[in-house]
């Protein structure tokens, strides 16, 4: 069965840091773009960051770039997103997924699997 599990999410005040982990089980990330994304309340979900099956390219947002940091550990089957320096901006559910290739991509579509998500809430 294939699957992806996001953690890590949680409750932060604003300038702390969180590290959400996504770890796939059924299938291998090796030969997976992956991508991270957001949904807040109200608004549509947001590609934060992107990291290639191959050479390790990686995308960022605007919004989240020089604060965030997204890496892979294939021994592990688990991608990671590091989030510091965090705002109330950046709360929402976060999602990871996975699309077979190198391309990375922020567009939702292009994504064949999803996982449930984690909650991230940076609030004093």
Do not use: H
């Not at 099956?53 to 688990?78: C, E, H, L, M, Q």
Request: net charge neutral; aromatic share 12%; with cysteine.
């Amino acid at each position: 069965q294939v699957q992806l599990v996001e953690s890590g999410g949680g409750l932060v005040q604003p300038g702390g840091s969180l590290r959400l982990s996504c770890a796939a089980s059924g299938f291998t990330l090796d030969y997976y773009a992956i991508g991270w994304f957001r949904q807040a309340p109200g608004k549509e979900r947001e590609g934060v960051s992107c990291i290639s099956s191959s050479d390790g390219s990686t995308y960022y947002a605007d919004s989240v770039k020089g604060r965030f940091t997204i890496s892979r550990d294939n021994a592990k089957n688990t991608v990671y997103l590091q989030m510091n320096s965090l705002k109330p901006e950046d709360t929402a559910v976060y999602y990871c997924a996975a699309r077979p290739g190198v391309v990375v991509t922020t567009t939702p579509a292009e994504y064949d699997y999803w996982g449930q998500g984690t909650q991230v809430t940076v609030s004093s």
